[in-house]
């Protein structure tokens, strides 16, 4: 598994940039149509906890306008989620940007998600598996249900993707989300799955301490 972990690290970088040249009309354009349509605002930056708890900046379309009630408080993702988001996200499109993490070095094609610092504290020892490897744009527990499986069902998928890392086993993942991006299958279009208000995930802490 070491000499794979080298391998990955270049074949994460030539995938990454192949893509991006390829797929530069696509993502120039919907730059374009995010700029016009939502006000300037073409990227959406957040916190996420990478390899070895490392924290680093995700980046991706941003879908969602940020409209807040009359107490200054953000709507719900539902109200904030506006057509040509919608449409960005069913197709998986908002994550393209992520492949400039994988070039930055942030991030794999094929890892464990990377999820918000709030949640460190709820990791059990072997969920904390997840941090031993570069957090990447696809993984086990997307092709595996995504957002139709529980909190703690995605945290054992993670730590069995790092437990069993292999080319053949990246590859799988690899197809497997090439036909459910074709498919539109197991995509929300809002953010109800793994990334959870923290008020969701305190539960959890009556199971770790």
Known sequence: MIRYKHFKKLMDLTIALFAVIVLSPVIIMVSVLLFIMNHGQVFFFQDRIGKNEKPFRIIKFKTMTDKTDQNGQLLLDTYRLFPLGKMIRKSSIDELPQLFNVLKG????????????????????????????????????????????????????????????SFKLDFQILIKTVFKVIASKDVASDNTGIEKKLSDVRKKLNIIS
């Open 106 to 165: 942030d991030m794999s094609i094929i890892g464990p998600r990377p999820l918000l610092p709030e949640y460190l504290p709820f990791y059990s020892i072997k969920e904390q598996k997840r941090h031993h490897v570069h957090p990447g744009i696809t993984g086990y527990a997307q092709v595996n249900g995504r957002n139709h499986i529980d909190w703690d069902t995605k945290l054992k998928l993670d730590a069995y993707y790092v437990e069993h890392l």
